[in-house]
């Protein structure tokens, strides 16, 4: 029978007491760290100052208001520190400067501001302050070959040259942007303006007469008829209003004109107007239903008061019940105005019958 090592046995019991002795270690310190933890938790709520209570809630004799408070902080306020101003003071120091500058814009066209149009505008501008208007020039043509689609360019370009004084140039500038973009409104209004505070009343009308050929929208026409009744060419803004319900054959155009006839005095040429237009109106209900009122409360202007009844009458047979709620309406009012008991008991009656 073998015997069991005595080496063996104590090795083993050393390395068990060893291990129990590590973990006895541990777990004083773990104790000793959740210790210090807690320690500090408390300290740290402890130096946690306290709300303080106000005992007097009372106001102050002396009220600071915000007013205050922003003039004292803008006493206070340090001096801003500005950039030295470099005085010049020959023509060399000033041709190196203005060289310098030009080069300074150079590059920032090259380095791709050639696609930034307030590039372009700050260096023909800052040409323009130099006095060098054939240098500034350029630049405007040179900026205008990428963006000869953008109208408030040739707007600005136009306008420095109605500033310097130069007016056949800027009139040259106003003819080629309306040819190239005829549709942009801003163009012509600018261009028209530019010649009438030049005095030149023919050729602000003959910019108009071109800008009519392009079928512009109803602002457009009220423009022109405006212009000629300034200088109180009372048949030529008649006959712009002619061309202006062809063009626009809507209840708005008629209705324009017939209070352009009114403000003239001519009772007999509006209530024309108003019976073509119900002849030649184009459009729905809607446009039916706004002319028919308009001639209504002209004829009430007028005191006709007949007419005005047949006119209500006359629309609501031609517009659908269930769209001439607002025509019974003002019927109903004007009748309650200057009607007699039954007329008003019969628009009543009608009314009902829509609900």
């Known amino acids: ?15 068990a007491l060893y291990d129990f002795h590590i973990l006895w270690v541990f777990q004083k310190q773990q104790q000793k760290k959740d210790k210090n933890t807690k320690v500090s938790v408390c300290e740290k709520e402890s130096k946690l100052p306290r709300p303080t209570r106000v005992k007097n809630k009372s106001p102050e004799a002396v009220q600071i208001t915000a007013e205050q408070l922003l003039r004292e902080a ?6 801003e520190v500005l950039p030295s101003e470099h005085s010049i003071t020959d023509s060399t120091e000033l041709s190196d400067y203005r060289l310098r500058r030009r080069k300074e814009f150079e590059d920032r066209v090259s380095r791709g501001g050639r696609s930034d149009v307030q590039v372009w505008v700050n260096y023909a501008r800052w040409e323009e302050s130099q006095k060098d208007y054939a240098r500034a020039r350029s630049v405007w043509e040179r900026a205008l070959k990428d963006h000869h689609r953008n109208h408030a360019l040739w707007v600005k ?8 004084k130069f007016v056949n140039s800027a009139r040259h500038v106003w003819d ?3 040819y190239l973009l005829p549709r942009v409104d801003l163009l012509w209004y600018k261009y028209s303006h530019m010649e009438e505070m030049l005095g030149n009343i023919a050729g602000a009308r003959q910019i108009f007469e071109r800008w009519m050929n392009w079928s512009p929208d109803q602002q457009g026409w009220l423009s ?3 212009f000629e009744l300034r200088y109180n060419e009372t048949e030529r803004a008649r006959s712009i209003y002619e061309r202006f319900f062809l063009c626009h054959p809507k209840a708005s155009s008629f209705i324009r004109y017939a209070e ?7 009772v007999s040429r509006a ?4 019976e073509r237009a119900m002849e030649k109106l184009e459009g729905g209900y809607e446009e039916a239903e706004m002319l028919y009122l308009a001639f209504a409360e002209f004829e009430q202007g007028c005191n006709e008061f007949q007419r005005a009844r047949v006119i209500y009458k006359f629309a609501l047979d031609h517009i659908p019940i269930g769209r001439a709620e607002e025509l019974y309406t003002r019927f109903i009012a004007f009748e309650k105005q200057h009607g007699d008991k039954q007329g008003i008991e019969d628009a009543i009656v009608g009314r009902r019958r829509t609900l």
């Open 1 to 15: 029978m073998s015997s069991f090592p005595i080496n063996q046995l104590v090795s083993a019991q050393w390395y």
């Open 74 to 79: 803008r006493e206070r306020q340090e001096p």
């Open 157 to 164: 370009y136009a306008e420095s040259e109605m500033k310097n």
């Open 176 to 178: 080629r942007a309306v």
């Open 224 to 226: 022109f008829a405006k």
């Open 260 to 266: 352009f006839e009114v403000k003239c005095g001519e």
């Open 271 to 274: 209530r024309d107007v108003y």
